[in-house]
């Protein structure tokens, strides 16, 4: 979907969205009051780097210190980390662990953050951004994953047909926004109206880190859960 019939989906003409190279940022009026509600993004299956790490928190930063409180909503469209030397040098990876902090502050100073996974979610981009909201939301025609089959027997020296086949029963091997949904890394789908789907993941934020959990119930993740009890036990 692109971003504008999506912004349309959800605020209909009440927005301030603009979109600057791949970012996108602003806000929309929403809710019965019209209260404001903080937009950040990419789009254009855009490559995470140093530049637009930094822009999206910036947004983030600005959000937090002028409008306290107030929810923001991620829209993620993104390939991954940017695969350039030059970003290498300039410390990609601090960049995007900066967005993550940046996301987590919001949170941590009352901010509700939910992620919405609106075309593709792939790798660091995806784990800087939606997978540090309160929630993550995908729509059902996405495409989210780490990295394809072939780059992971390439990574783990495994045979392509062991992964495929490990992929049909583990979705731990399988992308898919599906098997994300299992795993509990996406709490669902969001289908038909996307303005009421946006209004009840805001009146249902999760308390706290409910992945795990959603994981266990949906057989996606079978031991991550009974792990955490364990060393909280102890």
């Known amino acids: 979907m692109e971003w504008k019939d999506l912004a349309q989906a959800l605020f209909g003409e009440g927005h301030r969205i603009r979109q600057v190279g791949e970012l996108l940022a602003g806000e929309a009026a929403f809710g019965s009051d019209g209260e404001p509600?903080?937009?950040?993004?990419?789009t254009g299956h855009a490559p995470i780097g140093v530049q637009l790490a930094l822009a999206q928190a910036r947004v983030v930063l600005d959000t937090i210190a002028r409008h306290p409180r107030r929810p923001i909503l991620l829209l993620i469209d993104t390939q991954g980390q940017q695969l350039r030397r030059q970003d290498e040098m300039l410390g990609i990876n601090r960049a995007m662990?900066?967005?993550g902090c940046c996301i987590d502050l919001a949170r941590r100073r009352g901010h509700a953050v939910v992620g919405l996974v609106y075309d593709q979610a792939l790798s660091g981009g995806f784990l800087t951004s939606g997978l540090m909201a309160d929630a993550c939301y995908a729509l059902p025609e996405t495409e989210i994953r780490v990295m394809?089959?072939?780059?992971?027997?390439?990574?783990?020296?495994?045979?392509?047909?062991?992964?495929?086949?490990?992929?049909?029963?583990?979705?731990?091997?399988?992308?898919?926004?599906?098997n994300y949904v299992a795993m509990g890394g996406v709490r669902s789908?969001?289908?038909g109206e996307l303005r009421a789907c946006l209004a009840a993941a805001l009146a249902d934020l999760p308390a706290g880190d409910e992945r795990a959990r959603d994981g266990a119930q949906r057989g996606g993740r079978c031991l991550a859960q009974a792990v955490i009890d364990q060393v909280l036990a102890a």
Do not use: C, D, Y
């Open 37 to 42: 509600i903080a937009v950040v993004g990419t």
């Open 97 to 99: 662990a900066h967005l």
């Open 148 to 178: 394809r089959i072939p780059a992971m027997a390439r990574i783990t020296k495994l045979p392509e047909e062991m992964l495929t086949e490990l992929s049909k029963s583990n979705p731990v091997f399988a992308p898919g926004v599906a």
């Open 189 to 191: 789908l969001w289908q």
